[in-house]
């Protein structure tokens, strides 16, 4: 009955949860939302404090400070303390700020003609060619110049309104070669009290050659009047990318796409999240530029974040606004909105949930709205449970009904056991008196059937003493049973044996 009883309940709440409305989990395919609120636009320069020591005549110390540009590209937030992904040519340069610095001061002071760029250059005075060839590094004892050189990373995340000043950031670990990957931590403070944005990495590269893909970046400084730019890709030929990167190309042959990807990558957006189509997570990061734009695999970008010991993962925020876009890519405008309030909530500058949660207002309880067909309309979109709950109970109450149906006619079908017989007596042999009083026992021989042995008669009472009953025999003698021969007491009117009246 029990096992009967689970199966009933079992099944009732199977057809509960069928009759209740689903939502879908999966992402449809194309979407860039998971990654755009982390991808931030990285700018560097070298700060080159330089001393110069003249002392061709008189020994004077002059001093100046330049800022020189390093370069500038698109990076991602891998993690809401700070951590960010980027290119090592982003953050550091190939070229010496250090002669750069040099030429400068040189030019400014002795009144000289040397161009301002990384060149080493000569001078036809023998004595000023001598003092600036030892002003250019590296530092020797006869050196003219004291130069000191720091790198000045800010990130300016996507936020609303614009952040101008961005946030600072150190470099925690470089790559070897420009296209190489590069972590960044940021050292100043991050809005809100939950850290930043993050996008989910994917755990390999797409191996079908023509694999769509998305590209986010940024092409200036995020504001009103340059918003994040995402282009339409494709994986070209090759499972993984490696470290020289893996080739695009459109597989309809419409589009040279190696060379508009690097007329993006050279317009800032080096460094860029390459986003999978499948699940809307980070599958690699764009490099390259010019006419040869490629892609380096998220097993690169992972590899040189474990070398810089950051473990990438997700926060507050993060599972807020993935819930939210869930509802809101699924049409469930009027459930979407409140999520895209509570990411506004956590982080207020998150400029895609702004967007998203504008259009979700706009489109609760139309047509288009999934969710208003679920809401009731006085208490203000929240959704009654009562008709489900009630179904489930007759749902239920009839599983259990029959159940008990099959239990009882499965009851009737088994035969009864049958009763064991009662236990065979033997007629006491007329004449034999039975001493019926309280507490007597009667002990019967079963070697000998008709072979009673009874009691002592006990010393006579107040009550053999008493009168007669009427109908007793007189004079206190004993009375028989005349059905079964059993001895019968001054007051029975029946035999206390067979249950025959006395009287009779």
Known sequence: ????????????LALTLVALPVVAHEHPSGITDLVTPAVVRVEAKARVDITLLDHIGDLVHVERSYDVPIGVGTGTVVSPEGAIVTLTGVVRSERDVAVHAANRIFAEHHDVKIPADFERHSLKDDVLDRHLKQCYPPLSSRATCIIDVTTDITVFPNV??????????????AGPRPDSPAVLMTSSRVVGSVGLPTAPLADKVPEAEGAPAGVAGFLGRPGPDVPYTVEIAHLGRGGGSGETGRPFADPEKKVDEPVKLGGLADRGMRGAPVIGDKDGHVVGMLIGGGKDARMIGVREVTGALAKAGIAPRRGAI????????????????????PGFQRVLELYPGNVVAA?????????????????????VAPAGGSTSLWPFIVAAAVLFVA????AFLLWRRGRAAEPEPAAPPPPATQPSPVGVPL????????????????AVIPQQKPAPTAADAAPAAPGAPPGGSV???????????PAHRFCGYCGHPSET
């Not at 599983?399 to 029959?402: D, E, K, S, V, W």
């Open 355 to 375: 967007a998203l949660l504008k259009e979700s207002l706009a489109k609760r309880g139309g047509p288009a709205d999934l969710g208003a067909r679920r809401a």
């Open 399 to 402: 599983a259990a009904l029959g």
């Open 479 to 489: 009375a028989y049973c005349t059905a079964c021969g059993m001895r019968l007491g």
């Open 435 to 450: 001493d019926e009083d309280a507490g007597q026992t009667v002990v019967v021989r079963r070697s000998h059937p008709f």
């Open 318 to 337: 993060d599972a807020a606004f993935e819930a939210a876009l869930t509802r809101y890519h699924t049409k469930y405008y009027t459930e979407a909105a």
């Open 160 to 173: 609303s309104p614009a952040d101008p000043k961005g946030l600072k950031a150190d470099l925690v670990r």
């Open 1 to 12: 009955m029990a096992r009967l009883t689970a199966l009933a309940g079992g099944a009732a």
